[in-house]
């Protein structure tokens, strides 16, 4: 199958998906809308003589588009994910999905409303180690999960303003988040207890968070994000038979290691441009004409959006509400 990609945003993270994008069978980047022209022409020409629109409304009626991927700065998301709805044109938004639950539930309405696909670009749920991690819990070999430790950090330059400004979502939660946060939905599912403390920034956006999660289970969760300090990005699965240590960068999940009483077991799955699974991903869901992922389900992404509105509401972010831009 062939798929005509239209990328919206020329940042970091488009020309790390766009690199991805020349490895997939398949897949090719017809258009770009960036807010210039000069820049959507030049990503354009970079990756694979693709037009640039400084329009995401004009990029959308471009011929031969078949799925559009949105890495924009987070409360920029749902004003494009939700043209592309609109206009019948299938979705891969970054994460998070958007930056307020509002927001995601509109998102996720919209796309049930219209059946059209749609799917939060969490790439680590594709990758052959998150595979291998869910497959070693699968077997029973540490046993049930009782509690995730999970960290995210790193202290982003001044001048790298997405992190900094609450208009284009800063903050570490909404970040670095959906990497911890998401790696304890998936174990444990959507939590029934969700706490925390932080501190925020002089312009109001959380600089560090502290996260206790709680399963009627009895299952915990503690994890936590910063961009003011240099985190492990580890993660720490325990579990009724045995304990497993997710190494660094955690996002990546590029090798973990099983401790039972029988020893220690290394599971490596390093992989270079990880970003194409999950590109592989939307190529078979577009196949198989299904209108959300299997792997990521949007109710997941609306239950890992509820976990961060109620975390940045205990710590007072200033929140950006996109939803009448309040
Ligand atoms: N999956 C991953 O591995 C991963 C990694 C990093 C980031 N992300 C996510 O991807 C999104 C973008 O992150 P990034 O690191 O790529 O950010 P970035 O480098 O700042 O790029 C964002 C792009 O969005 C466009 N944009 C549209 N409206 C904007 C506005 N009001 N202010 C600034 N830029 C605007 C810009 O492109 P134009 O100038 O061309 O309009 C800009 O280059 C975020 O939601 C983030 O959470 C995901």
Redesign the pocket.
């Given at each position: 199958m062939t798929v005509g990609w239209g990328f919206?945003?020329?940042?970091?993270?488009?020309?790390?998906?766009a690199t991805a994008l020349e490895l997939v069978p398949g897949g090719r980047l017809v258009a770009?809308?960036?807010?210039?022209a000069e820049?959507?022409a030049a990503?354009g020409a970079e990756f694979g003589d693709a037009t640039g629109y400084d329009d995401v409304s004009a990029m959308l009626a471009h011929p031969g588009l078949d799925a559009v991927y949105?890495?924009?700065?987070?409360?920029?998301?749902h004003a494009?994910a939700r043209a592309a709805l609109l206009a019948g044109v299938p979705v891969l938004v970054?994460?998070?999905l958007t930056a307020t639950l509002a927001a995601a539930e509109d998102l996720v309405a919209l796309a049930r409303e219209r059946g059209v696909f749609c799917m939060e670009?969490?790439?680590?749920r594709f990758l052959p180690g998150t595979q291998a991690l869910l497959d070693v819990l699968a077997s029973g070999a540490v046993g049930d999960v009782r509690s995730v430790h999970a960290d995210l950090g790193f202290v982003p330059e001044e001048s790298?303003?997405?992190f900094w400004?609450p208009?284009?979502?800063g903050g570490s939660l909404?970040?670095l988040g959906?990497y911890p946060v998401g790696l304890a939905h998936l174990l444990l599912g959507a939590p029934d207890r969700v706490q925390a403390v932080g501190t925020l920034t002089e312009r109001g956006v959380d600089r560090q968070v502290a996260m206790a999660l709680g399963w009627a289970s009895g299952a915990v969760a503690a994890l936590s994000t910063t961009i003011a300090a240099q985190a492990s990005g580890r993660a720490w699965i325990e579990a009724t038979g045995g304990w497993i240590e997710v190494d660094a960068p955690l996002?990546a999940l590029p090798r973990f290691t099983v401790h039972t009483s029988a020893g220690e077991q290394v599971h490596e799955h390093a992989v270079a441009h990880g970003?194409r699974f999950?590109l592989e991903h939307v190529h078979t869901c577009l196949e198989q004409g299904l209108t959300e992922s299997p792997l990521v389900l949007l109710e997941r992404s609306l239950e890992v959006a509820r976990t961060f509105e109620a975390v940045l509401d205990q710590v007072g972010a200033v929140r950006h509400h996109e939803l009448g831009d309040a």
């Open positions: 919206v945003g020329t940042g970091g993270i488009a020309r790390t998906v770009v809308a960036s807010r210039t820049r959507a990503f949105i890495a924009t700065p987070h409360p920029q998301h494009a970054e994460k998070p670009a969490w790439w680590t790298a303003t997405r400004d208009a284009i979502g909404l970040d959906p996002p970003h999950m």
